[in-house]
């Protein structure tokens, strides 16, 4: 037992320490997250161009941004998490991995752990031009909450991530379900007015667990609501959803596992 903990231990610390060197080296991981407040200021313009009062509500710019940001969280999700078994197979690694004695589990945390440090350098650079830059003071309301609400929506989202993770390495065009789902996942977690949102997508938003971690955040970040629900029912939902999740996630990544080695990648 003290072996094969020691042996996970250091599996988990050079497939971390790969995954960093993997996803921050060059200079192409750092021009994309310098870029990521253009696509932010795009994005929120774009928006804005439906009705341009927007840019003069500061508070409605400050909802946007902070929704904005949760879509880059999700994003970096589902690119690094989402498709680390693909990446692994296309580099000819994966098979390694599989007959090792390290569970499929362990090894996702590297690329979940690398993906949050890449969502929170994403973040702090959003924070000090894009909120400046639009005359939004990004200070939250509420630390404490913003922080527990980011935590949660980080969390959620590489769960969701994981649970994909299997599909990809499937996929012929991964990239295309990728990129569709990074656009629809957010809409579908209450980062838009209920009042804009069709019945039929309500009760779609109501059952995402993503919902409910992403209104804590923006409850403490710019004091809005835009989900019916107390904010202890909300960090109860996001608990509850994390363990379902989590759990779903590793039972589909050791089913994953059994069928590549059985079948071959």
């Known amino acids: ?53 927007i840019l003069r509500d500061p508070i ?23 498709h680390m078994l693909d990446r692994e197979k296309r ?23 690398v993906s949050m440090l ?7 650079i959003i924070l000090i031009t894009v909120f400046p830059i639009l005359g939004v003071n990004p200070a939250p309301i509420d630390p404490v909450l913003t ?14 991530a994981m649970l994909y993770a299997p599909a990809v390495i499937k996929l012929r065009r991964p990239w295309i379900f990728t990129t569709f789902f990074q656009f629809t996942l957010p809409l579908i977690s209450g980062i838009i007015p209920q009042s804009y949102v069709p019945p039929e997508i ?33 960090f109860m939902i996001s608990i509850a959803g994390i363990a379902i999740l989590y759990m779903i996630g590793i039972l589909s990544l050791i089913i994953a596992r059994r069928m590549i080695i059985k079948r071959g990648v």
């Not at 599996?11 to 750092?30: H, I, Q, Y």
């Not at 409605?60 to 999700?74: A, G, P």
């Not at 580099?91 to 752990?113: A, F, M, Q």
């Not at 890449?118 to 702090?124: K, R, T």
Request: overall charge neutral; some cysteine; aromatic content about 8%.
């Open 1 to 53: 037992m003290v072996l094969l903990r020691s042996t996970i231990l250091r599996s988990f610390s050079a497939d971390l320490w790969r995954g960093v060197l993997v996803n921050f080296r060059g200079v192409d991981p750092w021009v994309e997250m310098i870029s990521s407040p253009i696509w932010v200021l795009g994005l929120v313009l774009a928006i804005a161009s439906q009705n341009p009062s």
């Open 60 to 82: 409605t710019v400050k909802d946007i941004c902070w929704s904005i940001v949760v879509f880059s969280m999700i994003s970096d999700k589902l690119w690094i998490v989402g």
């Open 91 to 113: 580099s000819g690694v994966l098979e390694n991995i599989l007959v090792s004695n390290i569970p499929l589990s362990i090894h996702t945390l590297s690329p979940i752990i």
């Open 118 to 124: 890449w969502s929170l350098a994403s973040l702090g």
């Open 147 to 160: 922080a527990i609400g980011y935590i949660l929506s980080d969390i959620v989202a590489a769960g969701i």
């Open 202 to 234: 309500r009760g779609v938003i109501a059952l995402n667990p993503l919902s409910y971690p992403v209104e804590i955040l923006r409850r403490g970040a710019t004091g809005s609501s835009y989900i019916d629900v107390q904010i202890g029912e909300a």
